[in-house]
């Protein structure tokens, strides 16, 4: 204390009980490491021995050797996922992770797996007839209304503020009134769905409630409301009103009854015409919000839902960023299997990281899951930092137009990708047939699944 007066002191002028001199906490700390693998062994040299514990159990020396630099990076992203206690998603606040707990343990769940047939233990993935009748789409011109997204990190976005917003923007009546909840159609981390009467339209539609106390970003809640109910497009999932109930919020939307996207691919087969099919709706919703200044920021099989007519639209707008013309983000979130290189080594991003989940959901499509997913998830997340494009199964029994359409989507350079736009005029969509010919997917999945439609 004696050294401090007297540090006071000489900057000061003044005497030391004159100083009034507060010593505050040190804000925005980060513990910078000087990284080196070492020669013989690989080991990197210079981080924590927790840090290389969970290292050296995930990566190999060679691994660590040829890229140390993207291993950390890899580390820092899998810390995230521990950090927020998320069994989903990834968050970041660009704040340090270095002091946070480390549970190995941790791993992101899996979408579903194709089941095994208990007698040859081969997929049950099943290729379903070609329909006779092929149907042409009705095409409806998108809505331009516009919505603005308040940025992640500002001061104001707190839990009280978004809870006011979220007040402000909702329905004030009681939706017990008009909906009529019936069974329990999925659940998870953002909350419970439900198919619901609605008794003013004679309409079913799906309810979406969401324990607020329970979710620890409440703002992502609030995005996903804002672009709902500001914008309308046939590959968007409809909003049709939300409400306040008590400590819940209820998000009302039209009920895709053929479920998710995630149903087909693990439980069918497709072929080149209904994926290019997919790939064309979600293009278009794609294309849309990026044209209003919104990256969708987690597409996936998962986040398209089909209608039982098989309509295709895209859901789950919680990681919904918005920007203007070339700005970029830095916040990490999405779902690890599907993150682009460049979310993965915390680089700043544009709309282009739709684009390579958008090639992942196409492999997903191909062999029914992501890249990587029978993978530890830090040694996937290294993989997807250090490979490139993955390894695409089946490669050689794709067509020209399918191979080069994947490689738009999966360049690591972010200038050499694609963008939505570019994509939409791209050969393999011109293979697209009427999304009727998704009807017997929807229903084969149904039907394995035990779903009723």
């Known amino acids: 204390m004696k050294a401090v007066k007297s540090i006071s002191k000489l900057f000061s002028g003044r005497k030391p009980d004159e100083s ?81 707990p480390i549970s190995e343990e941790l791993k992101p769940p899996l979408p579903p797996k194709a089941q095994k047939d208990p007698v040859t233990d081969v997929s049950r993935r099943v290729e379903v007839p070609s329909p006779k009748d092929k149907v042409e789409d009705t095409r409806h011109g998108p809505n331009t209304n516009t919505t603005v997204l308040r940025k992640r990190g500002d001061p104001s976005q707190n839990s009280e503020d978004v809870m006011t917003q979220m007040r402000r923007i909702c329905n004030p009546n009681d939706p017990n009134k008009r909906f009529e909840k019936s069974k329990e159609v999925g659940s998870g981390a953002s909350g419970t769905v439900y198919t619901a009467l609605d ?93 209003k200044g919104i990256i969708h920021r987690d597409i996936k099989s998962d986040n398209v839902l089909l209608g039982i007519d098989g309509s295709v639209k895209v859901t789950d707008f919680g990681f919904c960023a918005n920007v203007q013309g070339d700005e970029k983000r830095t916040t990490m979130v999405g779902t690890p299997y599907w993150m682009a290189p460049e979310v993965v080594t915390r680089k700043q991003y544009g709309a ?68 939505a736009a570019q994509l939409l005029e791209h050969p393999f969509l011109k293979k697209a047939v009427a999304t009727r010919s998704l009807i017997p997917l929807i229903k084969e999945a149904q039907r394995v699944l035990h779903k009723e439609i």
Not at 279 to 288: D, G, N, S, T
Request: hydrophobic residues 40%.
């Open 20 to 100: 009034n001199m507060v010593i505050s906490s040190p804000g925005q700390v980060t513990h910078n490491f000087h990284v080196h693998p070492d020669p013989e062994t690989g080991a990197l040299i210079g981080l924590p021995d927790q840090w290389m514990k969970i290292l050296s159990n995930a990566l190999t020396p060679e691994d660590l050797k040829k890229n140390p630099e993207q291993a950390v990076q890899a580390l820092k992203t899998f810390f995230q996922v521990n950090k927020h206690q998320s069994p989903k998603h990834l968050y970041d606040e660009e704040q340090p992770v270095e002091d946070q």
């Open 352 to 419: 282009k990281v739709d684009i390579w989940s958008l090639g992942i959901m196409a492999i997903e499509m191909i062999a029914g899951e992501p890249p990587y997913l029978q993978e530890a998830p830090l040694r996937a997340l290294y993989l997807i930092a250090t490979t490139g494009r993955p390894e695409i199964p089946d490669w050689h029994k794709l067509s020209r137009e399918f191979q080069d359409f994947l490689d738009r989507c999966l360049q690591e350079s972010v200038d050499a990708r694609f963008s």
């Open 199 to 291: 008794k003013e339209s004679g309409n079913r539609v799906a309810i979406k409630e969401i324990d607020v106390t329970k979710q620890p970003k409440k703002e992502l809640i609030l995005n996903e409301i804002k672009v709902m109910k500001g914008f309308n497009h046939k590959n968007l999932v409809n909003f049709l009103d939300a409400y306040v109930v008590g400590d819940h919020l209820w998000v009302v939307m039209e009920l895709l009854q053929g479920g998710p996207l995630t149903d087909v691919v693990t439980e069918t087969v497709m072929r080149e015409e209904q994926i290019a099919t997919v790939c064309k709706e979600v293009l278009q919703a794609i294309h849309f919000l990026h044209s």
